[in-house]
């Protein structure tokens, strides 16, 4: 049984929980990028680069069964820390429950504050790209 989003969040404000200080978070999110299911480089074209980010960040979206797959890269290694972390949240998950979860475990790690601001746009772009791809896949769906 796989877990719902809800599971994966509050797995991963927890594991952000156990460190003391931003450094120690930095170096597990640069961790969790080395994790990443990277994407293929033939998908490393114009259309999957997330606009909005200043570093380069790559995402696709693939249906397996009733379930959106994720994979992504970028050439920034906190960015690819931060795409990991929403991978791992929406990855394998369906489109439906992609639209509708919400992004406040980001708050609760404290990601948002502790970004620079083009980071932290790159950020919500990031997350806006991912519920775009699940409405567009939903809609084959129906």
Aim: net charge negative.
């Amino acid at each position: 049984m796989s877990k719902d989003i809800k599971e994966i969040q509050g797995e991963i404000v927890e594991e952000f929980s156990m460190f003391d200080d931003w450094m120690q978070r930095y170096e597990y999110m640069i961790e969790l990028g080395k994790s990443l299911p990277l994407i293929d480089e033939k998908y490393k074209i114009e259309e999957n680069l997330i606009k909005g980010c200043q570093s380069k960040v790559w995402v696709h979206a693939e249906l397996e069964g009733d379930k959106l797959v994720f994979t992504a890269d970028s050439d920034a290694i906190i960015t690819k820390g931060i795409v990991a972390i929403l991978i791992r949240a929406f990855s394998n998950q369906h489109p439906a429950d992609i639209i509708e979860a919400d992004t406040k475990f980001i708050d609760e790690i404290g990601l948002k504050e502790h970004l620079s601001p083009t980071r932290a746009n790159g950020l919500v772009s990031m997350i806006k790209q991912l519920k775009m791809y699940a409405v567009a896949y939903q809609t084959q769906l129906n």
